[in-house]
């Protein structure tokens, strides 16, 4: 029905030329005082055939309502374009068709630019990985204040090198997953090693015995996921401990004694770029970290939440009890 209406709305216009002549015509058997048999005879004989072509005319109008809502989820082609019926439809036809082949050449070119992007960063990245390793190879067998402040930062930076990476591919048309059963355990033992600078650093202990639990997962990706989960902990954690459990069925479950979440910020610190109170107060937070591991976590099937309260502590929880990939 509310079709019906538009339909009318739209073609009220083409209606009134003939109801002036229909107009005309009753005017004039009431002036001539003709029989009004004709004049009822004449006025069905209008109806009638004034329906059978409202009819018509409303199902073409359906039709092509249908096709044109069936193009709001396709490319715009030509021979998907519906049968114009005057000079002015053909003209508006024209103009999309010019428009969306403009819209075509800019995605064309965007994505040229995205890939060449994409390219220089990744190049940029493995580059600065040589003098990084190299650096890591200079400090080996010091053990002093000074080294282990260097080792800790450089730690930093190649979380930081990861990140970005890890930024570029989440996009990209192509994906290095790598979906298998492993041990839990050893991917949090690797998170922990790489963090373990960072935990003599600040003094802070960690709570941790062996989870003996296996997921199907992807081992890289999962491995960024924790370390970030880590990172913040440590970040975040002035004095107290860090504590990895696990939840049945298979939920990672990373706790810190730090300084929690506002209330306020909780809901939102998985978006894009969000800092929150926290991140203005420690001045060097991106925003990206959370945000890359909630999309990194979508991707492999997992999820992630959090759990905080301001001055007591955050848990993270990675639920990895089961797993969805769409597959090509």
Known sequence: MKLFFTYLKSQGKRFL??????????????????????????????????????????????????????????PVEPDHLPEADTGIEQDYQNLILLLAEEQKTLDMESRRRYADMTDYYTMWVHQIKTPIASMHLALRGQDTDISRALRGDLQKIEQYVEMVLCYLRLDSDTTDYVIKELELDAVVRQAVRRMAPQFIGKKISLSYEPLNTKVLTDEKWLLFVVEQVLSN??????????????????????SDTGIGIAAEDLPRIFEKGFTGFNGREDKKSTGLGLYLCRRICQNLGHRITAESAADHGTTVRIFLDHIKIETE
């Not at 939840?247 to 990672?252: C, D, G, S, Y």
Request: hydrophobic share 50%; proline share 4%.
């Open 17 to 74: 030329l003939p109801a002036g002549f229909i107009l005309i015509y009753i005017i004039s058997f009431l002036l001539f005082r003709l029989p009004k048999e004709v004049l009822y005879y004449t006025l069905s004989l209008f109806a009638l055939t004034g329906t059978v072509v409202m009819a018509a005319d409303f199902r073409r109008f359906c039709l092509k309502h249908s096709q044109l809502l069936h193009m709001l989820h396709t």
């Open 233 to 254: 902990a440590l970040k975040y954690t002035k004095k107290g401990q860090i504590t990895i459990t696990l939840e049945e069925p298979q939920t990672l479950c990373i």
